[in-house]
């Protein structure tokens, strides 16, 4: 099935001009799917290289710029160029001086994706010789908006404009959201849409991660403990994560299991969210929650639901601030006696949006009202499972179906 993903709204754009386009993200979401799609859309099909492929490397051994010999062979863009796509290069040594010189030699002719996953990300913290050259974009599994096939748009001021917009759209993707929430983000479980398919491929996806992706790009050497990790942490979906708690389980010391979750991190299994502290009294400061980028190893229908909702605004947001539209990031709020909301968006330093997140409608609790207060009056909204829910409750207070407002 093609999926025009939304990435592809932002990380071909002209608008981000000489520069390669890194687009990195969880092992099968779609990375080289997406590129060589884009490819065929420009007709540049041909210009596609996979690193994996012992052929390609050998025709960089005998001839560093040996695609030059493909390049007229596709016609070029509008702006006068043409796209070519280094697959996997990441996993060649020396890549990162290797892809300085395609950029610095061919930069005036061709614009370059580059797609991948851990080591991608980790040279974008890091920082090196190829600052400058490139633009990140990240690609997460599939949200409720690309399978349903809608445009993803830019944010609006204010967050209030957001939410009215959904709540006078009365359209519900109730079957939709039931496949992700049964099948994962993940392109290929989704589209197979088989039970005993996706319990495989979930052990198998695990398993091969591990032993290939985190092997190479972690000094960690007792790398089956973090599979024992990986058991742990569904049950733990969506509460502050004690390490702690975690280093008796494992019998291991604070930091090692510090260093197993940044690993998990790194390779795209897990992500964490931060609580805010920010005039918010007796707020917890160090906690983060830990959340699945497949959403479906989260146990229980409350905490896989709650996943869900997590990986729907860590897409949104990182579309938004990848295609330049601003800062934004995902926080929890939760003060010291468990007064907790769900999620807060916050745009360039500043409270957005509060977020909170039931399976069925019911009234808005206090703490919600007296965080959107402290937060600077922002908008709160509450995100059910429950379908046929859009209502405001109050001055800016909303509460609407998954289904409607993803």
Not at 154 to 170: G, I, S
Not at 227 to 232: G, H, K, R, S
Not at 316 to 333: A, I, K, N
């Amino acid at each position: 099935m093609d999926l025009a993903r939304h990435i592809t709204q932002i990380a071909f754009s002209s608008e981000f001009g000489r520069q390669m386009r890194f687009i990195a993200g969880p092992r099968q979401a779609g990375k080289t799917t997406t590129a060589r799609q884009f490819l065929t859309s420009v007709s540049s099909s041909a210009l596609y290289y996979n690193w994996d492929n012992r052929a390609i490397r050998d025709a960089y051994i005998k001839n560093n710029h040996f695609f030059s010999t493909d390049i007229y062979n596709c016609p070029p863009t509008a702006e006068g160029k043409r796209w070519v796509c280094m697959d996997e290069i990441h996993k060649y040594p020396d890549w990162k001086n290797i892809l300085k010189d395609f950029f610095d030699s061919f930069h005036e002719d061709l614009l370059f994706i580059v797609t991948g996953s851990a080591r991608l990300d980790m040279m974008r913290k890091s920082g090196d010789s190829l600052t400058g050259r490139y633009f990140h974009f990240r690609l997460n599994p599939i949200i409720l908006s690309e399978l349903c096939c809608q445009q993803n748009t830019p944010p609006p001021d204010y967050a209030t404009k957001w939410v009215k917009e959904r709540l006078d759209t009365p359209t519900y993707n109730n079957i939709e959201m039931q496949s992700l929430l049964r099948y994962s983000g993940f392109p290929e479980p989704l589209f197979t849409s088989s039970d005993r398919f996706h319990n495989r491929w979930k052990s198998t996806y695990l398993d091969t991660l591990i032993r290939e992706d985190l092997r190479e790009i972690t000094q960690i050497k007792t790398l089956e403990k973090t599979a024992v990790l990986m058991q742990l942490l569904p049950e733990r979906i969506g509460s502050p994560l004690s390490i702690n708690s975690l280093t008796g389980l494992l019998n291991c010391s604070f930091a090692t299991v510090a260093n197993f979750l940044n690993a998990l991190e790194l390779g795209y299994l897990i992500f964490r969210i931060q609580p805010y502290s920010n005039k918010i009294a007796r707020s917890i400061k160090k906690e983060k929650k830990v959340y699945f980028y497949d959403w479906t190893r989260a146990e229980g229908e409350g905490a896989k639901f709650e996943n869900y909702v997590a990986m729907e605004f860590k897409s949104r947001l990182d579309f938004w601030q990848d295609g330049g539209y601003g800062t934004f990031e995902l926080y929890y709020v939760r003060d010291r006696d468990g007064r907790e909301s769900d999620f807060l968006v916050v745009k360039d330093s500043l409270p957005w949006l509060l977020i909170e997140v039931k399976l069925k409608r019911s009234p808005i609790e206090y703490q919600h009202k007296k965080h959107s207060q402290l937060l600077g009056d922002i908008p709160f909204i509450q995100i059910v499972h429950e379908e046929n829910v859009a209502e405001k409750c109050g001055s800016g207070l909303y509460q609407m179906s998954a289904s409607r407002f993803f």
